[in-house]
């Protein structure tokens, strides 16, 4: 899913603008104050194809038929009932059945952004800048769509999780194995904490070297299919970095295959680690 938050006074106007022109499933997350989204004329219905449980469920505009769209009041519940705990877990939810994710009026490190009007500066949002101007009007929405598809997906293990259990294959499989590494806080007890990780790799290169090893490992015998995904940009401590997901016909191949896939992937893919703790900032790569 390629999420994308827009701030502004406007924000509403380009959102609709943008679903227009993007292809596939679009959902909406609404967090402005009830201010700045034009009063309080909410409808508490669901636009989400008939079916939405209660962590992607609720619709306010008569906008753009989104397929899912969700108003969220300032302090985090939405319109209908019940609460979110937070924009990662929403997004964690409604990344494996969505296309695109349009966020209006909150912003997030691993977000690329899009700035209206004069009333947000770049130096207030932590993720990417895609675009400013004055007004949605004056937004280039060719260019736009093309940088969304070009940045940074959001895949969570769920997402790879469906998409092997979508493989021509998975009638043979009795067995899914994942591997899921997070940023640890510290090694031991009297170590400093670590705050963050950077990653950065070489574009293409990693992603061609992540393919290539998972091509090889569903060449072995009883492994039917196998998805990777490394997270770039700042994560933060206790988030996820990196999945490997194996679909294969019995445990012992998926498990062989799950260690395999992380074990080469640390060691083959061209991703450079950055850790920031209380005390200092450093290169992994640098010290090993």
Known sequence: MQPISILGSDAAALAAALADRLDGRVAVVDRRERSDAGGDDTDESATDGGTVDARTASTTRTDPDYDTEIALDADGSWSGSGRVDGLDEMLDDLAPAHDYLLV??????????VLLGD?????????????????????????????????????????????????????????????????????GADDDRTTHLAFEKYEGVARDRM????????????????????????????????????LAGHRREAFRAVEDGIDRLKDEVPIFKKETTEAEAFWVHQRE
Do not use: K, N, Y
């Not at 209006?104 to 952004?113: T, W």
């Not at 015998?221 to 206790?238: A, L, P, W, Y």
């Open 211 to 246: 393919d290539a090893i998972a091509a090889e490992l569903t060449e072995r015998d009883g492994v039917f299919d196998v998805r990777m995904h490394h997270r770039t940009g700042v994560i933060e401590s206790g988030e996820d970095i990196v999945f490997v997901v194996v």
């Open 119 to 187: 009333g947000v500066s770049p130096d207030d949002v932590p993720g990417q800048v895609l675009a400013t101007a004055p007004s949605a009007d004056d937004v280039a929405l060719d260019r736009l769509v093309v940088d969304l598809d070009d940045a940074e997906p959001w895949i969570t293990r769920e997402t790879l999780v469906r998409r092997v259990e979508a493989s021509s294959r998975a009638d043979r499989s009795g067995a899914i194995a994942t591997f899921t590494g997070r940023v640890r806080e510290r090694d």
């Open 104 to 113: 209006l009026g909150e912003s997030r490190l691993r977000v690329p952004a």
